[in-house]
C-alpha cells in the first residue's frame, strides 16, 4: 500500500512537472511566434517607408534634373545672343557707363551669364538636397 501510494505521488509529480514544461514550451512558441510576426510586420512597414522616400527622392532628382536643363537651355540661348555684341578686342569699341548691361563687351556679359547660370544650379542642387533631407527626416 505505501507502494501505490509513493508511486502515484511520483506520477503525479511527473505528470504535473510534464505538463508544467510543456505548457511553457507551448506558451514561449506562441510568444516566439508572436515576436516574429511582429518582427516580419516591422520590417515591412519599414521597407514600404524605404521604398516611398526613394520615390520622393527619384522625384526630387528629376525635377532637380529637369531644372538644370532648363537653366541650360536658357544658358546656351544667352551665349548664343551675345555673338551681336562688340567684342573686348574691338578697337573702335567704346563701352558707356549706363548700368544696364547692355553694352557690356560679349567677353564680360558671357562670363556674367555664365556665373549666375553657375549659381541658379547650385540654388537649384541645394533645393533639391533640403526637400531630400525633409523627406527622409519625416
Not at 510543456?22 to 516566439?32: F, S
Not at 527619384?58 to 546656351?76: A, E, G, S, V, Y
Not at 555684341?85 to 548691361?101: L, V
Request: hydrophobic share 40%; with cysteine; glycine share 4%.
Amino acid at each position: 500500500m505505501f507502494g501505490t501510494i509513493q508511486f502515484k505521488i511520483i506520477a503525479a509529480v511527473v505528470t504535473a512537472l510534464s505538463l508544467f514544461f510543456a505548457g511553457w514550451t507551448v506558451n514561449g512558441w506562441r510568444y516566439e511566434k508572436k515576436e516574429a510576426a511582429q518582427t516580419i510586420a516591422m520590417q515591412k512597414a519599414l521597407e514600404e517607408k524605404e521604398q516611398a522616400n526613394q520615390l520622393a527622392v527619384d522625384q526630387i532628382t528629376k525635377d532637380k534634373n529637369d531644372q538644370i536643363d532648363t537653366i541650360n537651355t536658357q544658358l546656351f540661348s544667352a551665349l548664343s545672343q551675345l555673338r551681336n555684341r562688340t567684342s573686348r578686342n574691338n578697337p573702335s569699341a567704346s563701352n558707356t557707363k549706363n548700368g544696364t548691361g547692355s553694352t557690356l563687351f560679349a567677353e564680360d556679359a558671357e562670363f556674367l551669364i555664365g556665373e549666375a547660370a553657375r549659381a541658379d544650379k547650385l540654388r537649384t542642387a541645394l533645393d533639391a538636397c533640403y526637400k531630400q533631407y525633409d523627406q527622409v527626416a519625416k
